[in-house]
């Protein structure tokens, strides 16, 4: 990673932000009618080929694969139900890179498919697989495309959005910069249609948020509407990471350092790549309760959790899934991998180390979770 890029202009510097996610939406590769728009694929392929060519390094995450199978598919708009969306997705992944190829190929230059869903990469050997994979691609000189795995995700297809995903791989490559591109120019005060809103040039801080309208919905090829786009770019600026907020068709002029969009200023440190997708990415399948003495320890102590803090257990989890950690008033505290199922988590509550070994033989003596599966994700605010 390069020195901390502060303005527009270090941005655009290929030698200060040699390294770039750029995210790109379904309602920015797509025509009116929701089918492929391959000029305008074309165009963003000849912006970050130029970019390539000039010495940096870009990982694309586009979208669209489930909007390049509705013509072929014979369907009229996105799929409602999973197995349809699952099924146009598989058809239309390859659809989709075949377009990046050729496109690509014009500049001379390679491409290479990676899916991830969110879940692959929480687990300590799949995020590092993820990360070596989309490493060693950008060594080579490859350009990676990155797309959720839709095909096989569940919760994902549904829920999740590539907004998201492009500033958790920003975190997962350590790049220098986030470009999200939408089919919207900027983030305005309100929404873009009415009469008086005004383009929001620059965002500091959260505080220059507050008061601001948000879209919740996207188009109707899309998943995301400016609500998560805004998110993305918090998780992105959290860590460390600046991102500039624009439409596709700006992509150049944002890339050349011009004040097009909105530019978020990173607020944040960097931290483990494991502990960033474990507190952003992580579906979790159930929750634990904990007393105030095992909140403290959690998060002032920076303790690991012990069966003797925990005095509730939600959900169905297998030991390794992910799951809340929350204080009696129901305030979730922290996330963290746990180590028994929900099973057998009961029989072992409130019990001390010395108390689980006599009951379960050595070795049965681990923590719930330990401190290096653990991210806090509230502030403590008891006594």
Excluded: C
Excluded at 16 to 45: F, H, I, N, P, Y
């Amino acid at each position: 990673m390069t020195a901390e890029l502060t303005d527009r202009a270090a941005f655009a510097d290929p030698a200060r932000a040699r390294r770039l996610v750029v995210k790109v939406g379904s309602s920015s590769l797509t025509d009116e009618a929701g089918r492929l728009d391959v000029e305008r694929l074309r165009a963003l392929t000849d912006v970050l080929a130029a970019r390539v060519a000039a010495g940096g390094q870009v990982i694309l995450v586009s979208s669209g694969a489930i909007a390049s199978a509705l013509t072929v598919l014979g369907l009229s708009s996105r799929p409602k139900d999973l197995a349809t969306a699952q099924a146009a997705a598989s058809v239309g992944q390859g659809l989709l890179m075949a377009h990046y190829t050729r496109a690509f190929a014009a500049h001379q230059r390679t491409v290479g498919q990676v899916l991830l869903t969110v879940e692959d990469v929480i687990r300590r050997s799949h995020y590092r697989n993820a990360q070596r994979a989309l490493v060693r691609l950008l060594a080579l000189g490859v350009i990676p495309i990155v797309n959720e795995n839709d095909a096989v995700a569940t919760h994902e297809i549904r829920f999740g959005d590539n907004d998201r995903l492009a500033a958790l791989v920003t975190h997962l490559v350590r790049a220098d910069g986030l470009l999200l591109l939408s089919d919207v120019d900027a983030l305005y005060d309100g929404p873009p249609s009415r009469p008086g809103s005004s383009r929001v040039a620059r965002v500091d801080s959260s505080a220059d948020l507050v008061g601001i309208e948000l879209t919740a919905k996207g188009s109707h090829v899309g998943t995301g509407g400016m609500v998560t786009k805004v998110e993305a770019a918090q998780i992105a600026v959290g860590s460390g990471v600046p991102v500039i907020l624009t439409s596709a068709a700006n992509a150049a002029a944002a890339l050349a350092g011009e004040d097009v969009g909105t530019w978020f200023s990173a607020t944040g440190r960097r931290i483990q790549t494991r502990r960033l997708w474990l507190a952003h990415a992580a579906h979790t399948s159930g929750r634990l309760i904990i007393d105030d003495g095992a909140v403290r320890a959690l998060t002032v102590g920076k303790k690991s959790l012990l069966a003797a803090g925990l005095i509730g257990v939600q959900g169905a989890f297998e030991a390794g899934d992910p799951v809340e950690i929350a204080a009696t008033d129901g305030t979730v505290v922290a996330r963290g991998l746990v180590a028994y199922s929900a099973e057998e988590l009961p029989e072992r509550m409130g019990a001390t180390s010395a108390q689980l070994r006599e009951r379960f033989g050595d070795g049965n003596a681990r923590e719930v979770v330990h401190r290096d599966d653990l991210v806090q994700v509230r502030p403590y605010r008891g006594t």
